[in-house]
């Protein structure tokens, strides 16, 4: 399983990030994917999984779309009305059910400040 990140960047609070993975290793179409954050402090959250139906972690709910496209094997996350507590890394994660971590990919930075 290989889940590469990119996208990440720094913006000002308000501002917009799309950060992507691809995936492979894996039948992709197959799993519920999801993006999970880890802040400076170390707290890391569910922040968003798309399987058959999407879910949101209650912090991001309304600013946050997570998308897939399969026949690409990619995950997106489009990040909108950002602010400065979004500051994480968010990994691309392959689960075995909603909110099951199962693979990481390396993690990508978005900065809000």
């Known amino acids: 399983v290989q889940l590469v990140e990119s996208g990440g960047g720094s913006v000002q609070p308000g501002g917009s990030l799309t950060v992507s993975c691809e995936a492979s290793?894996?039948?992709?179409?197959?799993?519920?994917m999801g993006w999970v954050r880890q802040t400076p402090g170390g707290e890391r959250e569910g922040v968003a999984a798309?399987?058959?139906?999407?879910h949101y972690a209650n912090s991001v709910k309304g600013r946050f779309t997570i998308s897939r496209d399969n026949d690409k094997s990619a995950l997106y996350l489009q990040l909108n009305n950002l602010k400065p507590e979004d500051t994480a890394i968010h990994y691309c994660?392959?689960?075995?059910?909603?909110?099951?971590?199962?693979?990481w990919g390396q993690g990508t930075q978005v900065t809000v400040s």
């Open positions: 290793g894996f039948v992709f179409e197959n799993y519920i």
């Open positions: 994660v392959k689960q075995g059910g909603y909110w099951d971590f199962v693979d």
């Open positions: 798309i399987g058959a139906s999407s």
